[in-house]
């Protein structure tokens, strides 16, 4: 039977079928027994966009003991930053606030070279620039957060080739789907991103790591776990948290950097163009006519505007709530609906691009040498 979707670290497309790739990956589904100890984090893990893991459950039950534990995950610097992006870094964020731990931020720099044909050196490195900005903005704890970009801390290279001796080309080939073409950065990559993933374990010894990220790339994950634990390295297998896509704008199954900007929110963006690409592209599950739509009412199960709220930028549950039966009871139309997000996501990016400004004068204290 022909796949309907395709999800890899390098190409999402088609409509995703979580449940078949809970299967497929071999991942855990997180139950309403570990939600239940997630009541207090951030939205998007109370309000399942995660819906997955590998080991969470130790490393809440590590975490709560007091014990050591650390949280990874990286962004490869293609383009400017996208809500979407904010997915894992938010849950970083808000598992260091509840529980005190070291976050480690590598940039890929390397990654996003060798497989974007259009990015070039200059490029990916004036990009990550702007994006670890835009990382520091979100108000991770300075002296507890540590950025590092592979082009930069070169040192991760002495870290991957351990690893590379210990991946063969067919794990890689069949893992991350590589094709005869592909140049041979990418059959290395993999070896890298490991190093990231294993790098708190190699400067602080072993312990328990969570990476949060998008299903996308848990191929990483996965290969990571299976060298972490031989004889040379000895180290722990790190848990994993995986989240579903942010869907685009037109709700295509991802909002990815290769869209074009209209089915993309940027984090750069301003009121002007917040508002047109709301109220022009943001796929609306409310009735045609406002007449159908009062009668019948919305779905906001299928409405891009009420996701971005649900997930990002609407954090009371009370008003949360309110808003979702109004909009099913016809009450809301989508105009309103819109208006209400294009509010938050103003206020939230006014705050944003504040603290991108300010994080220039910071950028120093995050950064690993
Ligand atoms: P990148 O830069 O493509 O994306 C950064 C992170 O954002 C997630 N993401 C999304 N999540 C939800 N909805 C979306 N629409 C969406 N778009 C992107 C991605 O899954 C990713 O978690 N190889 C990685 C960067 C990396 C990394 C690491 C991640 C380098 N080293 C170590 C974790 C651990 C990448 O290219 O992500």
């Given at each position: 039977m022909k796949k309907e979707f395709t999800v890899t670290p390098w190409e999402v497309s088609g409509n995703v079928d979580y449940e078949r790739l809970i299967k497929e990956f071999g991942v855990t589904l997180i139950d309403a027994n570990m939600r239940y100890k997630l009541v207090k984090t951030h939205p998007l893990l109370r309000r399942g966009l995660y819906f997955s893991h590998r080991d969470f459950d130790l490393w809440l039950e590590r975490a709560e003991k007091g014990k050591k534990i650390s949280v990874i995950t990286g962004r490869g610097p293609s383009d400017k930053m996208h809500i979407g992006h904010l997915v894992p870094f938010l849950v970083a964020k808000s598992l260091q606030e509840q529980f005190d731990c070291e976050v480690f931020i590598p940039i890929s720099d390397d990654e996003k070279f060798y497989v974007?044909?259009?990015?070039t050196f200059e490029k990916v490195l004036a990009y990550a620039q702007d994006n670890i900005l835009d990382i520091i903005a979100l108000g991770f704890k300075r002296g507890k957060t540590y950025i590092f970009e592979d082009f930069v801390y070169t040192n991760i290279y002495t870290y991957a080739a351990q690893i590379a001796k210990r991946i063969t080309y067919s794990t890689s080939k069949a893992v991350f789907g590589l094709k005869p073409e592909d140049n041979v950065g990418w059959s290395f990559y993999p070896a890298m991103q490991a190093a990231h993933i294993l790098f708190p374990q190699f400067l602080r010894g072993k312990h328990l790591s969570v990476v949060p990220v998008a299903i996308d790339q848990d191929p990483f994950i996965r290969v990571t776990r299976d060298i972490s634990t031989h004889k040379d390295f000895q180290f722990e297998k790190p848990a994993a948290l995986h989240s579903k896509f942010m869907p685009s704008l037109d709700g295509g199954a991802k909002m990815s950097a290769s869209d074009t900007t209209s089915k993309v929110i940027y984090l750069s963006d301003n009121l002007e163009e917040v508002k047109k690409k709301i109220n022009k592209y943001a796929f609306s599950g409310g009735k045609d006519t406002i007449e159908d739509h009062r009668k019948h009412g919305g779905n906001p199960d299928i409405d891009v505007s009420f996701q971005y709220l649900r997930y990002l930028f609407e954090p009371d549950d009370q008003k949360l709530g309110k808003i979702e039966s109004d909009y099913r009871s016809g009450k809301l139309l989508t105009s309103e609906l819109k208006s209400i997000l294009i509010e938050k996501i103003f206020l939230f990016l006014k705050e944003h691009q504040k603290r991108k400004e300010q994080a220039k004068r910071n950028v120093e204290k995050f950064i690993l040498k």
């Open positions: 974007k044909e259009e990015v």
